[in-house]
């Protein structure tokens, strides 16, 4: 619904966002109502898998996160702060708006 709502903007590349994401949503959704219960009532008993001894990466990250929330946490912050830092040098040069013909 909000994705459609930039079709009533008159600029271009706003309406081309709304062109080119309903149909991803609508898929998306079609996907989730149809598919996704068709597959689990065909494979839902061997969804779960059993427990592997090893231990991964992702699982020492997800108990080191879960251990101390808040010094992750303000390690994506910091991370996300550091990619986002050059963001308002670009937008300094960024010119929004109609295009305007000679």
Excluded: D, I, K, N
């Amino acid at each position: 619904m909000s994705l459609s709502a930039l079709l009533v903007f008159p600029f271009f590349f706003l309406s081309s966002f709304a062109y080119a994401g309903v149909p991803v949503v609508l898929t998306a959704v079609a996907g989730a109502l149809l598919l996704l219960p068709v597959a689990l009532a065909r494979r839902g008993h061997r969804v779960e898998r059993p427990h592997v001894a090893a231990r991964s990466f992702w699982q020492r990250s997800a108990r080191a996160a879960m251990g101390r929330p808040l010094a992750a946490g303000a390690a994506v912050v910091g991370v996300l702060l550091l990619a986002a830092a050059p963001a308002p040098l670009r937008a300094l040069h960024r010119r929004y708006g109609l295009h305007e013909e000679p």
